[in-house]
């Protein structure tokens, strides 16, 4: 059975720092690209980070660039989402999927970005 769970998510001051994790299991972690996305209130979904199967590329939508950093440990089965600089436009549901034979996703995590 296919599993991704994020965790980490939470309410956080602009300006702050949050750690998002997705826990894989059901598949071939290793052999999987891995993203995460986000879904603002009244906003289409958003690709919002992307990282090969072995970590060594990465892509980042240009709202995010140079605050969130995208990373995984194969060894854990987990893909991080680092987020620092938080602005209150990055308030959304954000959720991991990977990409394997098929798309899976995970269940989403709430992040509010508000003082």
């Known amino acids: 059975q296919v599993q991704l769970v994020e965790s980490g998510g939470g309410l956080v001051q602009p300006g702050g720092s949050l750690r998002l994790s997705c826990a894989a299991s059901g598949f071939s972690f290793s052999n999987s690209a891995m993203r995460w996305f986000r879904r603002a209130p009244g906003k289409e979904r958003e690709l919002v980070a992307h990282i090969s199967s072995a970590g060594g590329w990465t892509n980042y939508a240009d709202s995010v660039k140079g605050r969130f950093t995208i990373s995984r440990d194969n060894a854990k089965n987990t893909v991080y989402l680092r987020m620092n600089s938080l602005k209150p436009e990055d308030t959304a549901v954000y959720y991991c999927?990977?990409?394997?034979?098929?798309?899976?996703w995970g269940q989403g995590t709430q992040v509010t970005v508000s003082s």
């Open positions: 999927s990977a990409i394997a034979h098929t798309i899976y």
